[in-house]
């Protein structure tokens, strides 16, 4: 079993919907957490980092973590044609220069 | 001021052959990164480099050696290149172990 799971999907909605991505780890160290986005032949760009368990919230992206089901999830509101990319869980422990990363979801937004 | 930069963006081997890739960054990072990513699997880390003088391996070394040239420059070796080792590779830069990785635009490499 992977340390990180996530869905690759893909993912294809209409303009202006929420988007809905999970993933879900098994290591209980992992304190810090991250969502990449990565364009097509380019490398991952950070969108969100949080730290323990809550939400935060950066214009239409809301990240959430819940350490005690150890889940976390992205939500991207009023979505664009610009947003399509392929979105990349990632998530360390305190005590470790590691990342784990998930598969990757790959989205599509149709105009 | 450029990020993460590595060189060459393609490269296609023969098995048995060798190569080094290149990565600079100008970020006066201390932490260094490497990474390949194949479909369905993510991202694995080859190697790191913690700190200027310090190489640690990752998830995947076998078939690999690094060298922290230097603060700015960390680089990657294949000795006998195989065909499992046709990847995308990325090169990454963080200030701290916890702090954000930067990364670069990746080196798209093919063994025949």
């Known amino acids: 079993q992977k340390e990180v799971e996530q869905d690759p999907g893909p993912l294809s909605v209409p303009e202006g919907a929420i988007v809905s991505l999970n993933c879900t780890y098994s290591n209980s160290a992992f304190q810090y957490f991250m969502w990449y986005r990565q364009y097509s032949r380019k490398g991952p760009e950070l969108l969100m980092y949080?730290?323990?368990?809550g939400n935060k919230e950066d214009g239409r992206f809301t990240a959430q973590v819940d350490k005690s089901s150890k889940y976390i999830s992205l939500f991207i509101r009023d979505s664009q044609p610009s947003d399509s990319a392929t979105y990349l869980c990632?998530?360390?422990?305190?005590?470790?220069?590691?990342?784990?990363f998930g598969a990757g979801t790959t989205v599509t937004v149709r105009a | 001021n450029a990020g993460v930069t590595q060189t060459p963006k393609f490269q296609v081997l023969k098995t048995g052959q060798s190569m080094t890739l290149q990565c600079a960054q100008d970020?006066?990072?201390?932490?260094m990164y490497w990474y390949r990513q194949d479909p369905g699997m993510g991202l694995r880390l080859i190697y790191y480099?913690?700190?200027?003088?310090?190489?640690d391996k990752g998830e995947v070394p076998n078939g690999y050696n690094v060298s922290r040239l230097n603060k700015r420059e960390f680089s990657l070796r294949l000795e006998s290149a195989a065909p499992s080792q046709t990847s995308v590779y990325f090169c990454?830069?963080?200030?701290?172990?916890?702090?954000?990785?930067?990364f670069g635009p990746g080196t798209r490499l093919t063994v025949l």
């Open positions: 970020m006066n990072h201390n932490s």
């Open positions: 990632a998530m360390s422990a305190f005590y470790d220069y590691k990342l784990s």
């Open positions: 480099s913690a700190s200027e003088g310090t190489t």
């Open positions: 949080t730290y323990s368990s």
């Open positions: 990454a830069s963080s200030g701290t172990g916890t702090d954000t990785q930067y």
